[in-house]
């Protein structure tokens, strides 16, 4: 940490931007990005436990079954070939992820991308290589906005990985509305055709790890996976940071 950056903390201790307690009496660690969640906050992240879906990695009301594909799944498989997260999207989660992506606080993704970048490692480390791609936003979005937030996590993703990371092949051609006001079937047909591979050499019999900040259905990254498959990819693994459990 620079002279100057040392001073600024000791002048505005960083606040949790979940809590806003003081972070100084136990940051996570004292590199150049210090962590921007406390602890408390941190432990209180939902986690999502066995039993799931091994495809759309949905929780099982009952812990007494072991895990297995759901009916959806069953009935129609998706693209991907599992879709899974550490955390379900609620409480400070959804708080952190709130921050992260309408508040401008970009340095949220480096306190939350480690904790995916772990979770990934642990999954999917014995499975790759892969070529790690985020979910992209549409160019207009992307101007709003400023940045992706699957992108900033994605990096972790991929640096923990030791693999290579693509976020220009895949784009997003269609500008849709937020999906969070739509029932069921609207989610679905708002993404429908909304990506583009621009070019699928790049993907070409290769794992592809998609990441995205939150799946709440799994449309969205069905679409991309489709999209990834149709251009040749041998497998599409998605890794969000939540899941909206339903
Ligand atoms: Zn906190
Ligand atoms: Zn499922």
Redesign the pocket.
Known sequence: MTPLKQLTQIIYPP???????F?WRAPFDAGDSPNS??????S?FSPIDAPFCTICGMPFVSDEIENHPCEDCLRTKPSFQSAYAPYRYEG?VLEAVLRLKYSQKTFVADSLGPLLAEFVKTHFMSLGPFLTMPVPLHPKRLRERGFNQSLLLARHVAASLNGELDFLSLIRTKHTTSQTTLSKRERRKNVQNAFFLRNPDVVKKKNILLVDDVATTGNTLNECAKVLTLGGAEAVFCVTLAKAVI
């Open positions: 606040r949790c931007v979940i809590c806003g307690d972070l969640i406390c602890r408390e906050c941190t209180d400070p």
